[in-house]
């Protein structure tokens, strides 16, 4: 029977529960903090108990339509905000990732995924499950730095800029860099495996190629001008737009009919 | 803080062009110099550059190293070394090799897509055009008097810094310089035919040290799927979540306003004259089911078979409406592979199974599973392998682990605000 059926019962419930962590920052509850994370990581547990699930069901990790990784996605960026509200107390952080986890949920309810249990042969390896959650983890983690970004900018134009933002948003550029090379290295070893070489530059490994690239210029002028504002947050919000080629433009380019990472048809 | 920046700010409006220190004025100056001399070339010489063979690459890339470093230890305080390792001429050279991927992205390459024309400049095959090359060039030329500097004197904590620069350099030279040397050609296996022959994407025959003997194709299938199709345009209906649904006995489900349920499925059978279908088992018998449909609004119900079809047997569709009806898929593949005898020449016999992402060593060789005769599918007869083999992996593979190790200690170490830049 297919997993799909459940999800609004599974992906109502977490909203609801990220909705009551929204919410409690509204009120004067002395016990606020500990009802957000508590809140917050139901609503993280319920959804990756329907991702287990639907893993279950399917037989073969969910990781293949662009439905399925939505919902990767939804899991993973409330995860990320709770641990920077955890450790720096960002509201608006965590608030921005639920809300980006809830518009990705809302897109999965409106375009409902085709129940498909078939996976092709090139993509039952062992390299599949890491490379993918590598990547959508590093995405999710750059995506939050870009937001940092952009906040950055909003408050250096019509307010005071707060430089504790560009310590946050370097935290987490290192640590989705990190993750972003790791997929691409783990990418080249497995498609030497499954296709006979490494790197073909393809339109999608070409784009994630220069993903990559682009916050390396971040990271470079971060490091050099370590004082500087206007250029680095710039620069991570430029990143950002490749990052967003990449993930969702590709498909669109004229370059694509080549691509053999477009699965979806 | 802001002071500082207004500072530099006015020191670089102060600084005439191109008195030393380059800054990023001077650094994306010669990023465009660079960028314009490889499109007059590219025009100039209308040629694709052709990858260096062994051993004019391995000298190439012995030079290029040996060069950064004497040149490094010669002139460390020349001013256009100096500029050479700084930041402002690392990003000229990223964000001119990112100008032009993102062209190369953008736009089909001749080497990926049939048909493309090529153009003056070189964009439609970036990767063997001048301009692109030029920018490599350039950009490894900074990564490397970078990395240098700090791998000489050694120092414990550059450790990361040496793990990710040389890495990268290491593995994007060896894996541009070994392009020359990766070959990569296929084989077509018969079931009982012994195959010493390899052919190149251009048709061209060479003889090969290993031989395959195919001994048995096998072909595993996912069940087929039911869908329903459009009778005049022959598009499938997509819209809903069951749209395509894997055949399974018994399990009601619901679809564009119809209740459908398998009563019997057969993976191979076979049409009876009076239009049922019986189990067999014979090359090409098809999948077959018996599908009841009931209308959800009219209780009007449909009952019938629909098969695939197959290369020696009839599809059969259940007209649902004039304009709709149930049709099924033909199973996907999901696993496939040949097994063989292997012959090296110099006389060692073995037996192998090739699969998909399982690829076998032979002699310096990596044989891949690659296609098979799509239109009889699971009684196909060809196997269709291909050899790949490239001498420079393990130095690709040594700068690939330097890069995994480097990855790992950006993620653990992160940022550290250094103050001791020069
Ligand atoms: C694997 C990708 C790369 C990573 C992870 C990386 C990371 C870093 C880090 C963390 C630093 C600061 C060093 C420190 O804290 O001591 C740095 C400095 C630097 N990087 Fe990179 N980088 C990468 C690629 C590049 C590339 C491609 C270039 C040039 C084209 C480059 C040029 C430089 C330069 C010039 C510096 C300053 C070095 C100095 O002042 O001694 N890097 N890089």
Known sequence: MSNWINFPAFAGIAIALWLVTMGIQLTNNKQKDLIIWISGWLGVVALGAFIGLLWHTLERPPMRTLGETRLWYSFFLPVIGLFTFARWKYKWLLNYSIVMAVVFLGINYMNPDTYNKTLMPALQSPWFVPHVIVYIFSYAILAASSLVAVYGLYQYYYSTFNHKNLELANNLVYLGFGFLTLGLLFGALWAKEAWGHYWTWDPKETWAFLTWMAYLVYMHLRYRHPAAVKSPLWSLALAFVVLLICWFGVNYLPSAQQSVHTYTN | ?422
């Open chain 2, 1 to 422: 803080m802001t002071k500082t920046i207004h500072q530099e700010a006015k020191k670089a409006i102060q600084k005439p062009l191109w008195v030393f220190p380059w800054q990023y004025k001077e650094s994306f100056l010669v990023a465009a110099g660079i960028l314009l001399t490889g499109l007059a070339l590219q025009v100039s010489t209308g040629q694709e550059l052709q990858p260096l063979i062994f051993p004019y690459n391995a000298i190439f890339m012995t030079v290029f190293w040996a060069g950064i470093a004497g040149v490094h230890f010669a002139f460390k305080n020349n001013s256009i070394v100096k500029w050479l390792r700084s930041v402002p001429a690392s990003i000229s050279s990223i964000v001119l090799v990112v100008f032009l991927v993102m062209i190369m992205g953008s736009i089909p390459q001749a080497n990926f897509t049939q048909g493309v024309e090529k153009d003056i400049f070189g964009f439609s095959h970036m990767t063997t055009s001048w301009p692109f090359n030029l920018a490599m060039f350039f950009f490894l030329l900074t990564l490397g008097f970078t990395t240098i500097n700090r791998v000489f004197p050694f120092q414990k904590r550059n450790i990361g810094f040496i793990l990710n620069h040389f890495g990268l350099w290491l593995t994007v030279v060896s894996a541009t310089m070994g392009a020359g040397d990766l070959e990569r050609l296929m084989m077509d296996l018969y079931e009982g035919k012994v195959e010493y022959r390899a052919y190149d994407d251009q048709g061209n025959m060479q003889e090969m040290p290993i031989a395959f003997k195919l001994k048995d194709f096998k072909l595993d299938e996912f069940t087929p799927k039911l869908g329903i199709v459009n009778n005049k345009t022959g598009n499938l209906y997509l819209e809903e979540g069951n749209s395509m649904r894997m055949i399974e006995e018994n399990s009601p489900y619901e679809l564009m306003g119809w209740e459908f349920e398998v009563k019997k499925y057969f993976y191979e059978s076979v049409r009876l004259s009076n239009g049922r279908y019986e189990p067999v088992n014979e090359m090409g018998a098809a999948p077959a089911a018996k599908v009841i449909a009931r209308n959800l609004a009219t209780g009007q119900t449909k009952e019938g078979w629909v098969s695939s079809g197959s290369f020696r047997r009839q599809f059969e569709g259940l007209p649902l409406t004039d304009e709709f009806s149930l049709i099924m898929t033909l199973p996907e593949a999901k696993k496939f592979s040949s097994e063989v005898e292997v012959f090296t020449y110099k006389g060692e016999k073995s037996q192998a199974v090739l699969e998909v992402n399982k690829p076998l060593e032979v002699e310096g060789w990596k044989v891949y599973q690659l296609s098979y005769d799509s239109n009889r599918g699971r009684w196909s007869t060809l196997s269709v392998v291909e050899l790949v083999r490239d001498p420079w992996l393990p130095i690709v593979y040594l700068g690939i682990a330097m890069m995994l190790l480097g990855a790992i200690d950006i993620m653990w170490t992160g940022y550290k605000q250094k103050n001791n830049h020069e």
